[in-house]
């Protein structure tokens, strides 16, 4: 089998994939109690008002049609109405989506490149002390529930040091724009990020350092290693420069997948500290049974899992000649 | 037993399907377990069925879900057997007040100031007009004499006379207990004592009342005041269906023909002076202020007051209604005409006071007045729309030109997470919050001197309903043993750290003017509720189950009290 026929069998299964996942939504959504009227049955001055809305909304007609109605939406690309918020769903999301990647990103950034090069020298001082604390530590960052770490840090840096504000994107009361450069590129921007980004951070840290030093252990083991320590090359540019680029194979799919996931946002990071994120949202969404923006942001998440998986199985080809296609 | 079939929804059919079937299953599973009466020389009927008790979970509700615990134990000891259901908000409110399947609904109502006249809460929520899926009257208490003086309430004019009318409806819902209320929950908002020299706490709603922002004072270096609510407002167009933080930023920008004071009462705001009400009661005239202007300059007239009335008439699904009996409107200089179809007492605090005036030349050109808004938001009010980012924060200034000019300059509403706001409170980034702290938390907040308490009082309650539909709770005297068995004053003294004060009424202790505090009682007391099941004949089986009277006929049950003979 060609690379060619490969890719194109991996795209059918993608969307094989995807449509599963949809319709998936689409029910599990419908079984829950309730509608996007619930929320309002006592505001509505009787029951006619409440079914006109849900006339309004097409949730009177048999399931089947509104699954048919919403998939030829879907494939205009279009994600519908929010029922709540009466305006398109990507106007909705697209800003809180924004603000999710700039957070999750940064703090993805810190995590891989902290965590690989911490566990590639856990796996260069296997045995020392430093890799049994580091260890240890790692361990303890991985079992700290989000939400703890980040009330953590809120009690040492806002209240007792005054260091950060305690939440939000940016000072109250400031310019709203949408305009990427003056929203996310100045100082009060940064204070506003380093808190929630340093949490995801150490959240996400464990993972690669762990991985690192697993892989590390194995490629130790290999004899380019003992050549190059032979041939006298220092001992810094042997781990990073040999060791560590060898060791990083299986951190591209693990890297790949957590920023697919990472595109769902952390409901409890953004909650913790009020980030105006699409993780929030997704839970507010489903809560009130907003069935087009949760669609749309589960949807967001799943296809970023999806599609990010799909692109590290690609770059394998390239990067490890080895991996075949079958 | 009978179940509400919806025909327009075939997914909540299927639900329900499922959930009679529960109920079937349940009911011949009782069956294999009966009493063995031989053994127990009493002569009993059948077990009292289970009761299916719906209230909220902990992370709906935690000082309910408390609650919830606290009542299924007072039952279990007093020998029914409970089926507790822990629902979140959308669930229960489907399940309990749509699908109306539930026996015992433990839930509440928000007070707002157009709740203290009485009118909602005697009307509205007990009459028999409104006891259909979704309706107010969620218990299905269908009492016709009930029903009399609650429309004798509605169209009586005179103060007095509906005033003793209130009183008795009150007395009459005590002893029926077709709800058992519970508590007014009140509350205690935290503001920065520093940057605010004065709040103004509204009945009902704290920090979020209207005469808070009007009359709010800060300091005299702040400028800018930010408020924090646990969520964002989902649309600032009244033509949509609304929830109560909605409405309360809404008529910050709008103007009403009539304000409600603090005391629940219209007073003239855009229009000059009381109604010109006409003998008959069916003509209303308003004379309206003359060069008051829109935020974009425009002056207000009163024909701008005639295409809102008509605009709201025609989409409003909240305010149509108060509209419905309008015949005509007409306008003469500065006067505008109500023609009502028969006289109602109610015209002035629901049409007058509730009924926003829109700008005419920027809402006629708007084709869908339900879906569209004008998006800067253009009103007369005492606040302008200055910007706004949902999750993010909404900007509204002082707008200088209006007749009454809040003391705020600008004001910043920020929503978000409950816990991150408190803790925007304690490290002085917001100003005032609208969402009230944890027990814990206001022990904390209160050893900052900086910090302020804005305590206040509650219009709405904590309830619990009965569902009358099913027969076991047609009779009254089942109902009243059940309410004993709800603790209230341990709600508000030990869940609630005493927040809130307990209720027999519907109407709160707080509006003096038509609380009746002299009506049956009801307070967590067990013994009281078995003497009254053992006065009505009900018997215990060897087990502590309870059973009905031998004689038991369900066609022959007492369901009112307060109905003579």
């Given at each position: 089998?060609?690379?060619?026929?490969?890719?194109?069998?991996?795209?059918?299964?993608?969307?094989?994939?995807?449509?599963?996942?949809?319709?998936?939504?689409?029910?599990?959504?419908?079984?829950?109690?309730?509608?996007?009227?619930?929320?309002?049955?006592?505001?509505?001055?009787?029951?006619?008002?409440?079914?006109?809305?849900?006339?309004?909304?097409?949730?009177?007609?048999?399931?089947?049609?509104?699954?048919?109605?919403?998939?030829?939406?879907?494939?205009?690309?279009?994600?519908?109405?929010?029922?709540?918020?009466?305006?398109?769903?990507?106007?909705?999301?697209?800003?809180?989506?924004?603000?999710?990647?700039?957070?999750?990103?940064?703090?993805?950034?810190?995590?891989?490149?902290v965590g690989i090069l911490f566990g590639a020298a856990m796996g260069w001082f296997r045995g020392s002390r430093f890799e049994r604390v580091g260890i240890i530590a790692t361990l303890v960052a991985r079992a700290s529930p989000e939400f703890w770490i980040g009330i953590i840090l809120v009690w040492i840096f806002v209240f007792q040091l005054g260091l950060f504000p305690r939440s939000g994107i940016g000072g109250y009361?400031?310019?709203?724009?949408?305009?990427?450069?003056?929203?996310?590129?100045?100082?009060?921007?940064?204070?506003?990020?380093?808190?929630?980004?340093?949490?995801?951070?150490?959240?996400?840290?464990?993972?690669?350092?762990?991985?690192?030093?697993?892989?590390?252990?194995?490629?130790?083991?290999?004899?380019?290693?003992?050549?190059?320590?032979?041939?006298?090359?220092?001992?810094?540019?042997?781990?990073?420069?040999?060791?560590?680029?060898?060791?990083?194979?299986?951190?591209?799919?693990?890297?790949?997948?957590?920023?697919?996931?990472?595109?769902?946002?952390?409901?409890?990071?953004?909650?913790?500290?009020?980030?105006?994120?699409?993780?929030?949202?997704?839970?507010?969404?489903?809560?009130?049974?907003?069935?087009?923006?949760?669609?749309?942001?589960?949807?967001?998440?799943?296809?970023?899992?999806?599609?990010?998986?799909?692109?590290?199985?690609?770059?394998?080809?390239?990067?490890?000649?080895?991996?075949?296609?079958? | 037993?009978?179940?509400?079939?919806?025909?327009?929804?075939?997914?909540?059919?299927?639900?329900?399907?499922?959930?009679?079937?529960?109920?079937?299953?349940?009911?011949?599973?009782?069956?294999?377990?009966?009493?063995?009466?031989?053994?127990?020389?009493?002569?009993?009927?059948?077990?009292?069925?289970?009761?299916?008790?719906?209230?909220?979970?902990?992370?709906?509700?935690?000082?309910?879900?408390?609650?919830?615990?606290?009542?299924?134990?007072?039952?279990?000891?007093?020998?029914?057997?409970?089926?507790?259901?822990?629902?979140?908000?959308?669930?229960?409110?489907?399940?309990?007040?749509?699908?109306?399947?539930?026996?015992?609904?433990?839930?509440?109502?928000?007070?707002?100031?157009?709740?203290?006249?009485?009118?909602?809460?005697?009307?509205?929520?007990?009459?028999?007009?409104?006891?259909?899926?979704?309706?107010?009257?969620?218990?299905?208490?269908?009492?016709?004499?009930?029903?009399?003086?609650?429309?004798?309430?509605?169209?009586?004019?005179?103060?007095?006379?509906?005033?003793?009318?209130?009183?008795?409806?009150?007395?009459?819902?005590?002893?029926?207990?077709?709800?058992?209320?519970?508590?007014?929950?009140?509350?205690?908002?935290?503001?920065?004592?520093?940057?605010?020299?004065?709040?103004?706490?509204?009945?009902?709603?704290?920090?979020?009342?209207?005469?808070?922002?009007?009359?709010?004072?800060?300091?005299?270096?702040?400028?800018?005041?930010?408020?924090?609510?646990?969520?964002?407002?989902?649309?600032?167009?009244?033509?949509?269906?609304?929830?109560?933080?909605?409405?309360?930023?809404?008529?910050?920008?709008?103007?009403?023909?009539?304000?409600?004071?603090?005391?629940?009462?219209?007073?003239?705001?855009?229009?000059?002076?009381?109604?010109?009400?006409?003998?008959?009661?069916?003509?209303?005239?308003?004379?309206?202020?003359?060069?008051?202007?829109?935020?974009?300059?425009?002056?207000?007239?009163?024909?701008?007051?005639?295409?809102?009335y008509e605009l709201f008439a025609e989409y409003s699904p909240t305010y149509a209604t108060y509209l419905s009996g309008v015949e005509d409107i007409e306008t003469d200089g500065n006067e505008i005409i109500f023609q009502l179809e028969e006289p109602d007492a109610t015209f002035a605090s629901n049409a007058l006071g509730q009924i926003y005036v829109f700008p005419m030349h920027i809402w006629e050109d708007i084709d869908?007045?339900?879906?569209?808004?004008?998006?800067?938001?253009?009103?007369?009010?005492?606040?302008?729309?200055?910007?706004?980012?949902?999750?993010?924060?909404?900007?509204?200034?002082?707008?200088?030109?209006?007749?009454?000019?809040?003391?705020?300059?600008?004001?910043?509403?920020?929503?978000?997470?409950?816990?991150?706001?408190?803790?925007?409170?304690?490290?002085?980034?917001?100003?005032?919050?609208?969402?009230?702290?944890?027990?814990?938390?206001?022990?904390?907040?209160?050893?900052?001197?900086?910090?302020?308490?804005?305590?206040?009082?509650?219009?709405?309650?904590?309830?619990?309903?009965?569902?009358?539909?099913?027969?076991?709770?047609?009779?009254?005297?089942?109902?009243?043993?059940?309410?004993?068995?709800?603790?209230?004053?341990?709600?508000?003294?030990?869940?609630?750290?005493?927040?809130?004060?307990?209720?027999?009424?519907?109407?709160?202790?707080?509006?003096?003017?038509?609380?009746?505090?002299?009506?049956?009682?009801?307070?967590?007391?067990?013994?009281?509720?078995?003497?009254?099941?053992?006065?009505?004949?009900?018997?215990?089986?060897?087990?502590?189950?309870?059973?009905?009277?031998?004689?038991?006929?369900?066609?022959?049950?007492?369901?009112?009290?307060?109905?003579?003979?």
């Amino acid at each position: 089998m060609g690379l060619r026929e490969y890719v194109i069998r991996r795209v059918f299964q993608l969307i094989l994939t995807l449509w599963t996942l949809v319709t998936l939504l689409f029910i599990l959504f419908r079984m829950v109690p309730g509608d996007p009227t619930s929320r309002f049955v006592m505001d509505y001055p009787s029951d006619a008002e409440r079914q006109a809305r849900i006339e309004e909304l097409g949730l009177n007609e048999p399931l089947y049609i509104q699954y048919i109605e919403y998939m030829g939406q879907l494939l205009q690309g279009e994600f519908g109405d929010s029922a709540h918020y009466r305006q398109p769903v990507s106007e909705i999301i697209f800003p809180l989506f924004l603000n999710t990647i700039v957070l999750m990103f940064t703090a993805l950034i810190i995590a891989y490149t902290v965590g690989i090069l911490f566990g590639a020298a856990m796996g260069w001082f296997r045995g020392s002390r430093f890799e049994r604390v580091g260890i240890i530590a790692t361990l303890v960052a991985r079992a700290s529930p989000e939400f703890w770490i980040g009330i953590i840090l809120v009690w040492i840096f806002v209240f007792q040091l005054g260091l950060f504000p305690r939440s939000g994107i940016g000072g109250y009361g400031g310019e709203l724009t949408m305009n990427f450069v003056d929203r996310y590129i100045n100082f009060d921007f940064l204070r506003h990020l380093i808190l929630p980004a340093l949490t995801g951070a150490i959240v996400y840290l464990a993972t690669p350092a762990l991985l690192m030093r697993n892989t590390m252990l194995e490629v130790l083991k290999a004899d380019f290693v003992e050549i190059k320590q032979a041939e006298g090359l220092p001992e810094r540019t042997v781990l990073y420069k040999h060791a560590a680029r060898n060791s990083i194979l299986p951190l591209v799919t693990v890297a790949a997948i957590a920023t697919g996931a990472a595109m769902g946002g952390s409901v409890i990071i953004e909650t913790v500290f009020n980030w105006p994120g699409v993780g929030r949202e997704m839970v507010a969404s489903v809560s009130r049974n907003d069935y087009p923006v949760a669609m749309a942001a589960f949807l967001l998440m799943g296809t970023s899992v999806i599609v990010m998986n799909f692109v590290a199985d690609i770059l394998y080809l390239y990067l490890d000649p080895r991996v075949k296609y079958e | 037993m009978s179940y509400a079939v919806m025909t327009s929804n075939s997914r909540r059919r299927f639900l329900q399907t499922i959930g009679a079937a529960g109920a079937v299953g349940t009911a011949a599973l009782a069956g294999c377990f009966g009493v063995d009466d031989d053994e127990d020389d009493v002569e009993v009927g059948d077990e009292v069925p289970e009761l299916q008790f719906v209230f909220p979970t902990s992370g709906s509700n935690p000082d309910r879900n408390e609650l919830g615990g606290f009542i299924s134990e007072n039952l279990e000891e007093l020998g029914f057997e409970v089926d507790r259901q822990e629902l979140d908000f959308d669930p229960q409110i489907q399940q309990a007040t749509v699908d109306l399947d539930f026996g015992l609904n433990l839930s509440g109502w928000g007070g707002t100031p157009e709740r203290i006249d009485p009118g909602i809460f005697l009307y509205d929520m007990h009459h028999s007009s409104t006891t259909g899926e979704g309706g107010r009257n969620g218990a299905g208490y269908e009492n016709p004499d009930y029903d009399e003086i609650a429309e004798a309430i509605m169209a009586e004019t005179d103060q007095e006379a509906r005033r003793e009318l209130v009183m008795e409806a009150q007395e009459w819902l005590a002893m029926d207990q077709s709800r058992c209320y519970i508590a007014n929950e009140g509350g205690v908002h935290p503001y920065n004592a520093e940057r605010l020299e004065s709040v103004n706490p509204g009945l009902g709603e704290g920090l979020n009342g209207f005469w808070n922002f009007m009359e709010a004072e800060p300091a005299d270096d702040v400028d800018q005041v930010t408020f924090g609510y646990s969520s964002d407002i989902f649309s600032l167009n009244p033509m949509q269906d609304l929830t109560t933080p909605d409405r309360q930023f809404i008529r910050l920008l709008y103007d009403p023909l009539y304000r409600f004071d603090e005391g629940g009462i219209p007073t003239p705001w855009l229009a000059v002076d009381e109604p010109d009400v006409s003998d008959d009661g069916t003509t209303f005239t308003v004379e309206i202020r003359e060069g008051h202007t829109f935020h974009d300059g425009e002056e207000v007239t009163t024909e701008d007051v005639k295409f809102s009335y008509e605009l709201f008439a025609e989409y409003s699904p909240t305010y149509a209604t108060y509209l419905s009996g309008v015949e005509d409107i007409e306008t003469d200089g500065n006067e505008i005409i109500f023609q009502l179809e028969e006289p109602d007492a109610t015209f002035a605090s629901n049409a007058l006071g509730q009924i926003y005036v829109f700008p005419m030349h920027i809402w006629e050109d708007i084709d869908d007045p339900v879906n569209e808004d004008d998006e800067d938001y253009i009103g007369s009010g005492p606040f302008q729309f200055d910007d706004w980012e949902r999750e993010v924060e909404m900007q509204l200034s002082r707008f200088d030109d209006h007749f009454e000019p809040p003391n705020i300059e600008r004001l910043i509403r920020v929503p978000g997470d409950e816990d991150a706001l408190v803790d925007n409170i304690e490290s002085y980034e917001i100003d005032m919050l609208g969402v009230n702290p944890t027990t814990t938390q206001i022990d904390r907040l209160e050893d900052d001197e900086n910090i302020g308490m804005a305590q206040f009082d509650a219009v709405g309650h904590a309830f619990m309903n009965y569902n009358m539909r099913r027969d076991h709770y047609k009779d009254v005297q089942l109902r009243r043993a059940i309410s004993h068995c709800v603790p209230k004053t341990e709600f508000v003294e030990e869940i609630r750290g005493g927040q809130g004060s307990v209720t027999h009424s519907p109407i709160a202790p707080a509006i003096e003017e038509w609380h009746n505090p002299d009506v049956d009682e009801f307070d967590g007391d067990l013994d009281a509720a078995r003497e009254t099941l053992e006065d009505a004949g009900y018997v215990w089986d060897s087990d502590g189950r309870i059973h009905y009277p031998p004689d038991w006929d369900d066609d022959d049950v007492q369901m009112f009290l307060s109905v003579d003979g």
